[in-house]
């Protein structure tokens, strides 16, 4: 029967995958193991400490324009020495520079760092380790996706060099501001560049995430069915599907705008006066930027989200010694995130003369995606009731993350609030809102993330002691920094203000910049020890064991050694959840998932 | 002198390194590794979260203390009151969910520390748990999405009142002008293609109806009492017109016309003696004074709130709210200063 054949073939296949080919028809070469590498292991280390360097130059341009705000007019040695004569003359930052240097601040932190570094770092490492597959489905398009990834920072930090200066738009590189090099001096070539970097950027970030859909869907070990998948799995799986519709659209966004500023078109301009003459462009909107960004602006939010809330449901089971509060509803709210992140980007643009009716919608819409949110949060929380919780520094930065999640995420209710927004829009207010989410939480998501999978990334262990050094010096100089910043948003202060020394009505704020610059720069230094950490560890961190936080999902099962295709032997067989932690009648308080179930016993994942 | 800094640093990574030395060589002594989390660790750190909370929620409560009062004074707008019981009603609404779970989060992570005696209790889920805890933001969030929508309709609605003033708002890089319909009410049409020197804000000379239009400024008066509905322009990128004693703010669009109304409260004069404002310029004067400044007034202004280049910072115009009697003696004085109709 036709059937038989096909079935008995297949197994043969299968047979044949499961044992790892052999290593002398895959001589490796310097270039083929640590440069272009097409395996997931090392792909993810690239894409870490490129992010890592990226974060580097991301702080240090906001240490240099905090200092700016705090002590406006001040000479600062370190300013002229990093900026020199032309953006930095006499230790004063140029204001055209402070543009510029906000500009790229916040789109390598959203972009490079925080989904190149968290997405591309995470999911690369955790996604077939956690499936039980070898490596990825495509480990050629893993590879293309890192180093157009590589070519992507290499290309934005070039255009922090060039005379006319970088991108000085805002991150948001609003038209026409971002159109006409008249207007500013970085949309010149700056703009330019950003642009390039960012198109590949998005092809880098496709790439990966087609991969990583594919790659769960059809690589998971047998056994693994979705509802035994950890919830990082999950967290992924959704990330790559939002990236992989929403990012295109940003693509099509700068597309227009590469037109408008290169070949006369007017998707983005009207009726504009600049540089003493009358442009020819008419009918166009700026408006119509806005939307196409915010349409994967917002997405891309939750894009960076997402894995740190996964890595979170990981990292707190495993410390907490119990399972994940409510799994399915955990599954549940990051599918409902995951769709509503698409109906809600318009509360970016209530004040930008759209129909108030449509600003309604996504109101309706913004506080909707506040329930799964919270759904999230309490979860958390009650996962570590009642638990025997073990303080790794990853744990630690895991409790951070809900924090920060709550802080940040309240203060998104009120800026949901299309009533409210009126008069925080463009404020302070806003900033310390999406810090908070992004700047605390996700950061956190990260920090617990390397923490947590250091030893399966270089097989040794990172210092605690000096983790936990880094995690309370960051978490309350983090809070020092964008806490206060609500309450200059209550008073009024602008978002992107050179200075607020102009503005007789912001003098007694002073004091609230200089607590906030204080802790900034304390905080930056602090970050030197997680560096430090990191770095020295890699090379003569003591050796680790397989499974050092006794935790039950299948990367724990590997061999400590880096080999091509994961298991030495046939792939695991998965059994249970991932979460059999402290379960009543075992002897040790986790069961990993390739523990066969017992007689009568019921699998977490089934119910 | 820097010499001996030089040798200071070399002393310093070779004392660095010898030390790193011994701690690796001393691994092998140790029963217990360096990574693993011990009693003791738990212990502190379980003591830490506690302390943190602590120290955090005071840190949430010296703040709200010290700086509140440097908040933007009472709304001085019909709807800027409104939208200020909202914000209160919203801002308790959070606060106590943001103290109460921190505080439960922190505690949790407190009492529940780890030591190698204790087990945890498997519970991995509870439906009517997550009932409510589904419902009852739901239920919150339906209560603020329709007061905040019902004022925004009331807001964002075409304005009604007929006495309203019309004042156009007209941003460029970098500077606002303001410009008013005349007797016949009517703002002339606009065309970009006209801007020079005298037509700044690019008015079309072929529309009568801008013929007796009026420009001001540096300043621009608005009467109380009487609902005010801006258009906004913009000259060339997005500009932002932001009047947070008003609580109004609205993008102003090159290409487009966007409105906001409102109707303002407080004139100018009744601000300044107004208890929360005296108290708040005495804080402004304070600071002034140390850095030798002299003391102001207090005065609504007109900000820019949307990046536009490098002068962004820099973008201000000062709003007079008069009496019905004032605003009229100021309107028709601007007429006698500047009649701005091109003569065809």
């Known amino acids: ?71 406006p007019g001040e000479k600062f040695g370190f300013i002229n020495a990093l900026l020199g004569d032309k953006w930095g003359k006499d230790g004063i930052l140029d204001p055209n520079m402070y543009l510029a240097l906000v500009t790229i601040h916040g789109t390598i932190m959203v972009f490079f760092v925080l989904t190149g570094g968290l997405s591309g770092t995470f999911s690369n490492l955790l996604i077939p380790y956690q499936i039980g597959a070898r490596d990825m489905a495509s480990g050629f398009l893993n590879m293309l996706s890192y180093w157009f990834f590589f070519v992507s920072s290499a290309i934005m930090l070039t255009s922090c060099f060039i005379d006319d200066g970088p991108a000085s738009a805002g991150w948001t590189i609003y038209p026409p501001l971002s159109a006409l090099p008249e207007a500013i001096p970085g949309s010149k070539l700056g703009m330019t560049l950003w642009l390039a970097s960012m198109a590949i950027f998005i092809v880098s970030s496709l790439l990966g995430s087609l991969n990583y859909i594919i790659t769960v869907i059809n690589l998971r070990a047998k056994g693994m069915t979705m509802t035994r998948l950890p919830l990082s799995i999950w967290a992924f799986l959704i990330t790559a599907i939002l990236g992989v519709l929403s990012f295109p659209v940003l693509f099509s966004c700068a597309l227009l705008l590469i037109f408008d500023r290169s070949f006369h078109t007017s998707f983005y301009l009207s009726d504009i006066y600049i540089g003493g003459r009358p442009l020819d462009n008419v009918g166009g909107s700026p408006v119509l930027f806005e939307h196409l960004f915010w349409f994967l602006g917002h997405p891309e939010v939750y894009i960076v989200l997402l894995p740190a809330l996964g890595i979170a449901s990981e990292v707190i089971a495993t410390s907490s010694r119990k399972p994940i509060f409510g799994y399915r509803a955990m599954i549940g709210s990051i599918l409902a995130i995951g769709f509503l992140s698409f109906i809600v980007w318009g509360h970016h643009m209530f004040m930008t003369g759209m129909n108030p009716f449509l600003g309604s919608v996504f109101v309706f819409t913004t506080l909707l995606i506040a329930i799964p949110s919270a759904v999230k949060a309490f979860n958390y929380i009650t996962t570590m009731w009642k638990g025997n919780i073990q303080f790794t520094p990853a744990m630690m930065f895991a409790i951070g993350l809900v924090s920060s999640f709550i802080t940040g995420g309240v203060t998104g209710i009120i800026l949901a609030d299309s009533t409210l927004d009126i008069n925080v829009h463009d404020t302070y207010f806003v900033v310390a809102h999406f810090h908070i989410v992004m700047g ?52 009024g202060v602008p978002r992107r203000y050179y200075t607020n020394s102009n503005f007789p009505m912001f003098d007694n704020l002073v004091d609230i910049n200089e607590i906030v610059t204080i802790c900034a720069i304390i905080g930056a230094l602090g970050q030197g020890i997680f560096l430090f950490n990191f770095f020295y560890s890699i090379f003569r961190g003591e050796k680790a064991p397989q499974n050092p936080w006794n935790a039950n999902t299948l ?36 069961v990993p998932q390739t523990v066969p179930l017992e007689e009568g016993e019921e699998d977490g994942g089934a119910h | 002198m820097s010499l001996l800094v030089l040798l200071a640093l070399v ?35 379980g003591k830490a979260m506690l302390a943190f909370m602590i120290l955090f929620l005071l840190f949430f409560f010296w703040q709200v203390n010290r700086w509140m009062d440097r908040s933007l004074p009472p709304a001085a707008s019909e709807h800027g009151a409104l939208i200020d019981d909202l914000w209160d009603a919203n801002m308790w609404l959070i606060t106590v969910v943001f103290i109460i779970t921190n505080f439960v989060l922190f505690w949790f992570a407190y009492k529940y520390r780890g030591n190698s005696k204790s087990k945890a209790v498997f519970y991995p889920h509870n439906n009517k748990l997550e009932m409510l805890w589904t419902v009852v933001p739901a239920v919150a969030l339906t209560f603020i999405i329709i007061f905040g929508l019902k004022y925004w309709n009331e807001i964002m609605d075409e304005s009604k009142a007929p006495d309203k003033v019309i004042v156009e708002l007209y941003a460029k890089q970098f500077d606002w002008t303001a410009r008013y319909p005349g007797k016949d009410g009517k703002l002339g049409e606009s065309d970009f293609r006209q801007i020079t020197g005298i037509n700044s804000v690019g008015m079309d000379t072929s529309d009568v109806a801008g013929f007796d239009d009026l420009i001001a400024k540096n300043e621009f008066h608005i009467p109380v009492g009487r609902e005010v509905v801006f258009s906004m322009r913009s000259r060339d990128v997005i500009h932002s017109a932001y009047m947070p004693h008003f609580r109004a703010q609205m993008n102003c669009v090159p290409g487009m016309i966007t409105y906001f109304k409102f109707k303002p409260t407080k004139t100018t004069a009744q601000m300044r003696k107004d208890p929360y404002t005296v108290m708040m310029m005495a804080g402004i004067n304070k600071a002034r004074a140390i850095e030798n400044k002299e003391p102001i007034e207090f005065d609504y202004l007109l900000l820019c709130n949307k990046i536009r280049g490098v002068s962004h910072f820099n973008m201000q115009m000062q709003i007079v709210v008069d009496t019905k009697e004032d605003y009229e003696a100021w309107i028709s004085k601007i007429k006698a200063f500047k009649p701005l109709a091109i003569k065809q």
């Open chain 1, 440 to 491: 605390l939480s996700a950061i956190f998501g990260m920090f617990a993330g390397v923490y947590h999978w250091f030893p399966k990334m270089f097989l040794r262990m990172m210092n605690k002691k000096l983790g936990f050094a880094h995690f309370w010096i960051t978490i309350t100089m983090a809070y020092g920094v964008f806490f206060p910043m609500h309450f200059l948003g209550l008073a």
């Open chain 1, 555 to 590: 990367e724990w099962t590997t061999p400590m050694a880096n080999i091509h295709g994961n298991w030495p032997g046939e792939l695991p067989t998965v059994h249970r959840w991932a979460y059999d932690y402290s379960k009543p009648g075992k002897e040790k308080d986790f």
């Open chain 1, 1 to 71: 029967m036709a059937t038989t054949l096909n079935t008995g073939l297949e197994k043969e296949h299968l047979e044949h995958h499961a044992h790892v080919h052999d290593h002398d028809d895959h001589h490796e070469s310097f270039v083929s193991k640590y440069v272009f590498s097409m395996d997931h292991k090392m792909i993810s280390r690239q894409f870490l400490i490129t992010a890592i360097i990226m974060a580097i130059v991301a702080m240090t341009m906001s240490i240099i324009f905090r200092m700016q705000l705090a002590w």
């Open chain 2, 11 to 45: 002393l310093l990574i070779i004392a660095g390194h010898q030390l790193l030395r011994i701690v690796e060589l001393s691994r092998g002594l140790k029963k217990t590794k360096e990574w693993q989390i011990t009693d003791s660790d738990n212990n502190m750190m």
